[in-house]
């Protein structure tokens, strides 16, 4: 099940959270992508379906070859509710949301 991770209510589960962030930074390849953007906007829109329960995480790839996700909306039976986040900004080369 997902977890809502802050320093002050989960003091080690965040600090396990980040190491997992560094564990990736440490071994990376050079010039991949750290992240993806998501925007606020964009949750909301799932959200306002009466069905949505819940994110699928796709990894995909773009026509130019760069990996990406896509993230789909889905019921509590984890049905699909034919809605797509896609065109998710990263980082590199966006590395401040108001960029």
Known sequence: MSQVITPEEH?????????LIQNYQDTKKENSIDAHFLSKEAIQKLLENPDF????????????GT????????SKTGESLNTYVAGVPTCPPTCSWNA
Request: aromatic share 10%; proline share 3%.
């Open 11 to 19: 003091p080690e589960d965040f600090q396990s959270a980040l190491g």
């Open 67 to 74: 990996r990406t996700l896509v993230f789909e909306g889905v």
């Open 53 to 64: 329960d819940a994110f699928k995480v796709h990894h995909a790839r773009a026509e130019d």
